[in-house]
């Protein structure tokens, strides 16, 4: 890895600001974040203040090799020299991507990484799940999945590290600024507090048959969702069956190619698969895509002719793709966008945690609506044709429900997101006299919002 050189920085301070702006949607001449000394050699794990774990390179000090080593804090070494400069000990744009783009993974060492022995389980089990009665494969999977939760990085249950990181930013923006009230574009329209939506990956013929039956339990919430379908040899198609959802004003995606879990083994192979899933998406309609098991390679997601993805978990300790991305808002990959899974899956929840309730469900709730985040679930009509377990997705809907009466949430269709999340990525912020006016196609349904600073906080307004 190459230390960054002067020319870099004043292209890299660019690209922070926007950074910075693509976040809040806020006036463009905020800040400057030049470069404060020179980054270490190497990548590695520090901190921008307690609790918020990084990776990348650090020029204040030496970054860990493991998350577990003792972690040297960046914000100690942030001096604030006024006049619009923040000089940064690391690049923010690069710690942002680490995280996000889950890079942090690629040359770490550390426990929590997909260690060959556990790319190894992986393909083993993979090959031989189809085999195994579901008691050993449960038993199999909580004895791989034991004591995850105590993994420090990606925090669980809910990793909110980006938004901590752009908060700090804006915080030291803001001061170095002299300015006390930010305006902003607010993340969703009509000024809704956090955002929600609900996914079903179709797995077997058994939840093809269950879709109908799904599809009236939300209906009877006056809740639409998504139905991600594997457009090869997983099980038929019955001609009736995509016109039923689309009908019922329900969306269809694109649930991998064939679910063999050989999406991404290797390039040549997956160029030729993303030209079949590009042509079953123009022909499904389909504008979203979901991997099976959650694999993904994002360097590759070029390839792939959607308008979203929905594969990357918030944070993936119950997964076999370890990782996750640390946030809990949408975020563009290239011209894709990501709409992370920030809740556990279903199977994980009633399989590997054993869990039968909302209770886990409603606490990263809690932590998505603080962050004002995207709440996304994934629930498969297989797993709830159940009783137990559709009972539990039944108080989840109850509960989501309740939270959109109160003005809480907006529940929203994937592709309902996206298209949000999209018009807001373009709108701007207009000064007009005193005020400010936002500006762009959708504008009427966007509001505009204040990041407040109250000492070493941000408070977001309304007015
Ligand atoms: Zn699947």
């Given amino acids: 890895m190459s230390v960054s050189r002067t020319s870099d920085s004043a292209n890299s301070r660019q690209k922070a600001e926007k950074l910075l702006a693509d976040r809040f949607r806020c006036p463009l001449h905020l800040a400057n974040f030049p470069l404060a000394g020179t980054l270490s050699p190497t990548s590695g794990y520090f901190q921008f203040s307690p609790g918020v774990i990084c990776y990348g390179q650090c020029a204040s000090g030496t970054p860990a090799q493991r998350v577990t080593d003792p972690l040297h804090d960046a914000r100690r070494y942030v001096t604030l020299n006024g006049a619009h400069s923040v000089p940064l000990p690391f690049d923010p744009l690069q710690i942002i991507d680490n995280l996000r783009c889950e890079r942090y993974l690629a040359d770490s060492p550390g426990d929590e990484q997909p260690l060959p022995a556990n790319r190894f389980f992986r393909n083993a089990y993979y090959l031989l799940r189809p085999l195994l009665p579901v008691p050993v494969r449960k038993h199999l999977q909580q004895l791989y999945f034991r004591s995850r939760d105590t993994i420090p990085f990606p925090k669980w249950p809910v990793d909110r590290t980006v ?3 752009f908060d700090q930013l804006l915080i030291f923006a803001m001061k170095a600024g002299k300015i006390s009230r930010m305006p902003f574009i607010w993340f969703w329209p009509e000024g809704a507090p956090s955002c929600t939506m609900l996914t079903h990956d179709v797995e077997t013929a058994a939840g093809v048959e269950f879709c109908r039956q799904l599809m009236d339990l939300n209906d009877s919430f006056a809740v639409k969702s998504s139905f991600q379908i594997v457009p090869e040899l997983r099980y038929p198609i019955p001609d009736s069956f995509l016109p039923s959802i689309r009908e019922r004003g329900f969306e269809i995606n694109i649930h991998d190619l064939n679910h063999d879990g050989h999406l991404f083994t290797n390039r040549k192979q997956f160029l030729k698969r993303a030209e079949r899933i590009n042509r079953y998406a123009r022909q499904y309609g389909a504008l979203g895509f ?6 993904r390679n994002i ?11 929905m594969s990357i978990p918030n944070v993936a300790h119950f997964d076999p793709q370890q990782g996750g991305c640390c946030t809990v808002m949408p975020f563009f990959i290239g011209r894709i966008l990501e709409l992370p899974v920030t809740t556990t899956q279903d199977y994980t929840l009633f ?3 054993n869990d039968y309730s909302t209770r886990l469900w409603k606490e990263q709730i809690a932590r998505i609506r603080n962050a004002h985040g995207l709440m996304s679930f994934l629930i498969h009509p297989d797993y709830i044709i159940d009783e137990a377990a559709r009972r539990v997705y039944t108080e989840l809907l109850q509960y989501l429900t309740e939270l959109r009466a109160e003005g ?3 529940i929203a269709l994937p592709r309902e997101v996206a298209g949000w999340w999209r018009l807001r990525s373009e ?5 007009e006299g005193n005020s400010w006016r936002i500006q762009g196609k959708g504008s009427e349904r966007a509001r505009l919002a204040y990041a407040v600073l109250d000492h070493d906080r941000l408070i977001y307004e309304f007015r």
């Fill in 351 to 353: 399989h590997i945690l």
């Fill in 427 to 431: 709108m701007e912020l207009v000064q």
């Fill in 408 to 410: 809480e949430t907006w």
């Fill in 163 to 165: 938004e901590s990181v």
């Fill in 290 to 295: 979901r991997s099976a098991v959650m694999y």
């Fill in 299 to 309: 360097d590759w997601y070029d390839a792939l002719d959607l308008d979203y993805d």
